[in-house]
């Protein structure tokens, strides 16, 4: 039952990342073309919406292939650092896929971290603060 989970996980994974990246691709080459023709341009923060949901593939690959927005530095730099956004959330699927389905996924107990954090439930028991309210106080 994994296996068909994962194959679906991923088939959907392809198909957002690749309708995502035509309309970025798209939306690249309109911007160029309004470029060069003196027109009103895409915003870039449409630019990098698209690439961050998914598009960077067709973002990148119309940055190269159309020679678009390649010597903008800051513009440059925030495509790359919007890249790992779905690739973070892409392993994250992955990870959830594999390690079984969203609803037996249970996040660590956030009183288990921090006793762990600060050394181990005796040192954390004979720091703990007095009870100040409930039975007997």
Known sequence: ?????????LLALALWSGSCSV????M???DKRCALLGRWRVSESQLLFWAMIGGW???KL???RLRHKTRKEPFRSR????AAVPLLLTVFAV????SGTLAEFRPPDIGDVLTSLVGGKEEAAKRALPRRFGPGS
């Open 1 to 9: 039952m994994v296996g068909s989970d994962f194959a679906f996980t």
């Open 23 to 26: 309309v970025a691709y798209e």
């Open 28 to 30: 690249f080459a309109l």
């Open 57 to 59: 593939p067709g973002a």
């Open 62 to 64: 119309a940055q190269r």
């Open 79 to 82: 495509l790359n650092k919007v």
């Open 95 to 98: 990870f959830l896929t594999l």
